[in-house]
């Protein structure tokens, strides 16, 4: 079945500090795939999304690639700030899929950047 | 308009009681979702409406009841909840079609049930 597996956390950063968090996936077919973000009290959001291998999804400074090869989608940002402090989900969808998109999520990154 | 408005966004019931959670976009979005979330944990798809036909039941207990009266508005109807029902309810919509559409999320309805 289709499924995603995230690092775990929580992470904790400074200001400033480079940020990866790992995102593998397995899917049938030919999976999109997306990083959504959930601020504290919040619904999600999404952040950045790659439909096709070799993609690369990019937001607010993080940028993600579509790695078909090592079925990746690692989220990164060269510097964070403090309000990028949240949890971050990876999630895929699998296509065809003609009604509407069935998001499988991962277990979610916590991200916890301090001054 | 690009949002997706939930209401209430605080909701505290008892186990006999029957209360409703509403969802509305002018988006145009064609499916609307309903996804149950735990502290710390992702969302659990429960529902899936396309065309305002139901298309997903992702084996929710009937305690919970979806209504989609048109293409703006979601309902997800609630009588004898159990404490373990407690959650974060989000309601989302997408353009329906395809997997890669993006899904917009409202910013939840937490329950709790005493």
């Known amino acids: 079945g289709n499924s995603v597996t995230q690092m775990e956390g929580p992470v904790t950063l400074s200001e400033e500090a480079f940020l990866t968090i790992n995102c593998t996936y397995t899917?049938?077919?030919?999976?999109?795939l997306f990083w959504y973000v959930q601020y504290p009290g919040e619904g999600l959001q999404l952040l950045l999304k790659?439909?096709?291998?070799?993609d690369k999804g990019s937001n607010k400074g993080f940028e993600a690639t579509y790695r078909k090869e090592t079925t990746s989608f690692h989220l990164e940002k060269g510097s964070v700030q403090v309000s990028d402090s949240a949890v971050y989900f990876c999630?895929?969808?699998?296509?065809?899929?003609?009604?509407?998109?069935?998001?499988?999520f991962g277990q979610g990154t916590e991200l916890s950047v301090k001054p | 308009d690009t949002e997706v408005t939930q209401t209430p966004k605080h909701l505290v019931m008892g186990m006999t009681n029957k209360k409703s959670l509403k969802c509305e976009q002018h988006?145009?979005?064609?499916?609307m979702y309903w996804y149950k979330q735990k502290a710390k944990k992702p969302p659990e798809l429960m529902f899936v409406?396309?065309?305002?036909?139901?298309?997903i039941n992702e084996s929710v207990p009937s305690r919970f009841s979806p209504e989609c009266p048109n293409s703006s508005l979601l309902n997800l109807h609630l009588h004898a909840l159990q404490p373990e029902d407690s959650a974060l309810y989000l309601c989302?919509?997408?353009?329906?079609?395809?997997?890669?559409?993006?899904?917009?999320f409202g910013a939840g309805s937490r329950l709790t049930v005493l």
């Open positions: 988006m145009g979005h064609r499916a």
């Open positions: 409406y396309s065309y305002e036909k139901l298309s």
């Open positions: 899917a049938t077919g030919y999976p999109s």
């Open positions: 790659a439909t096709k291998a070799d």
């Open positions: 989302a919509s997408s353009l329906a079609g395809t997997g890669a559409n993006v899904l917009t």
């Open positions: 999630a895929l969808t699998a296509t065809p899929y003609n009604q509407g998109g069935k998001l499988i």
